[in-house]
Nanobody, 127 residues
Framework: QVQLVESGGGLVQDRDSLRLSCAAS????????MGWFRQAPGKEREFVAA????????YYADSVKGRFTISRDNAKSTVYLQMNSLRPEDTAVYYC????????????????????WGQGTQVTVSS
C-alpha cells in the first residue's frame, strides 16, 4: 500500500518560518514527481510547488515564489517544503502528492496528474 505522511505544520506569527516534511512508502520514490498543494477554508485546492525525480527541476506558484523552497531526499523517500516570510494568507491545510507522470504540465501542478495524496497538515499564520 502507498502512504504519504506530512508533518511539521503548526501555529506561527507573520514573517516567521516553518519546514514541512512528507515521508513516502509503498512507491519507488525516485521515479515520482512530488508536489505540495494547499487548501484554505472555502477555497479550492491550489498548487504550491513541485519537484522532479532528481531535484534538478522545480516549479512554484507565483504567490510563494522567492519565499518557499521545495527539496527532496531520495535516500530517505522524503520531500520538504521550507516556508519563509510567512503571511496570514498562507494559512491552509498543506498536502503532499506524488505523480507517476513526469511531464512539464504535471510539474506545473496540472490537473489530474497526481495519483497519491497525504492526509494534510495545518499551517496557521497569525498577524
Amino acid at each position: 500500500q502507498v502512504q504519504l505522511v506530512e508533518s511539521g505544520g503548526g501555529l506561527v506569527q507573520d514573517r516567521d518560518s516553518l519546514r514541512l516534511s512528507c515521508a513516502a512508502s509503498g512507491i519507488t520514490f525516485r521515479f515520482y514527481t512530488m508536489g505540495w498543494f494547499r487548501q484554505a477554508p472555502g477555497k479550492e485546492r491550489e498548487f504550491v510547488a513541485a519537484i522532479n525525480w532528481s531535484g534538478g527541476i522545480t516549479y512554484y506558484a507565483d504567490s510563494v515564489k522567492g519565499r518557499f523552497t521545495i527539496s527532496r531526499d531520495n535516500a530517505k523517500s522524503t520531500v520538504y517544503l521550507q516556508m519563509n516570510s510567512l503571511r496570514p494568507e498562507d494559512t491552509a491545510v498543506y498536502y503532499c502528492a506524488g505523480s507517476h507522470d513526469t511531464t512539464a504540465q504535471c510539474l506545473r501542478g496540472g490537473p489530474n496528474c497526481y495519483n497519491y495524496w497525504g492526509q494534510g497538515t495545518q499551517v496557521t499564520v497569525s498577524s
